[in-house]
């Protein structure tokens, strides 16, 4: 991603990877606002360009009964909040055209889930926000297939565009993630890996997504071997008790670890 374009972004002259990280949904303000502080100490240590993520909805649930947000302006304004005090930009997912010019007005970087990466309006009404758009991949498309996502925010008049592997359905319940399709998928945008969503372990007979967050390191080390230009993870203090995606969160504890691991395999610049 051209971290020129994203407002308030800081570490512009570092060579290091970008970080998209924060709680799966924003369930409140002082949740957010605490994640948010540990990441940006964190980030500032090691001086990796952040960029915080958090859903202002979550519109993507098996089961009827499981939380789906705050209020989508309640928590809009928590995502602004975290921005103004932190002075770090923001994501966030959208899930319908009319959805895009509402968050544009709070964030500066508009994502598109994978199940709904197919859906022009969706794209196109990203794309004409003229915020960055953060496209994941389908876990049902191949890397080649992406470049038609890409062109799709290209040819709506952005050029500020970025890929998201996410993981590739392996059966009914688990991802795998092919990494063949980082250097195939930079030839369109530049590629973000999600360690976290990578290792769901969706449609559970409880309809509750499950994870294997004990493979996040390994994940996260081996897309950083293979060039990755950022790394999106979700990340709680408590992720037993968080609202949504818990199962496949990194404790934010073990937080520091694993970037200064990361720091040090970039730097070896394979």
């Known amino acids: 991603m051209k971290l020129d374009l994203i407002p308030k972004i800081k570490h512009t002259d570092s060579e290091r990877f970008f970080l998209l990280a924060g709680p799966c949904a924003i ?62 930009p923001t994501v966030t997912d959208i899930h319908i055209p009319s959805d895009a010019a509402m968050a544009a007005e709070y964030v500066d970087i508009l994502q598109i889930p994978a199940f709904l990466v197919r859906q022009t309006d969706l794209v196109v009404a990203a794309a004409k926000t003229g915020k ?22 290209l040819q709506s008049g952005n050029s500020q565009v970025a890929i998201t592997e996410r993981g590739t359905m392996f059966g009914y319940g688990d991802m795998i993630v092919d990494f063949r399709g980082i250097p195939i998928m930079q030839n369109y945008a530049p590629v973000i890996l999600d360690i976290t969503h990578s290792l769901q372990q969706p449609n559970q007979s409880s309809g509750v997504t499950g994870g294997r967050p004990e493979l996040i390191e390994t994940i996260a080390k081996a897309g950083m ?12 203090f408590d992720p037993a008790s968080a609202q949504s995606d818990g199962a496949n969160m990194l404790p934010l504890n073990k937080l520091d670890g694993l970037l200064q691991k990361l720091v040090i395999i970039n730097e070896l610049k394979l």
């Open 27 to 88: 369930e409140g303000e002082e949740m957010a606002m605490r994640i948010a502080e540990q990441i940006v100490y964190l980030t500032d240590k090691y001086k990796i360009p952040y960029i915080f993520k958090g859903s202002f909805k979550k519109a993507n649930r098996s089961r009827i009964d499981s939380f789906t947000g705050i209020g989508d302006i309640k928590a809009l304004k928590i995502l602004k909040k975290v921005s103004d005090t932190f002075k770090v």
């Open 132 to 153: 960055v758009v953060n496209l994941k991949k389908g876990q049902f498309m191949s890397p080649e297939s992406m470049r038609f996502a890409v062109d799709k925010v």
């Open 225 to 236: 071997a293979v060039g990755v230009d950022g790394i999106f993870l979700e990340t709680h």
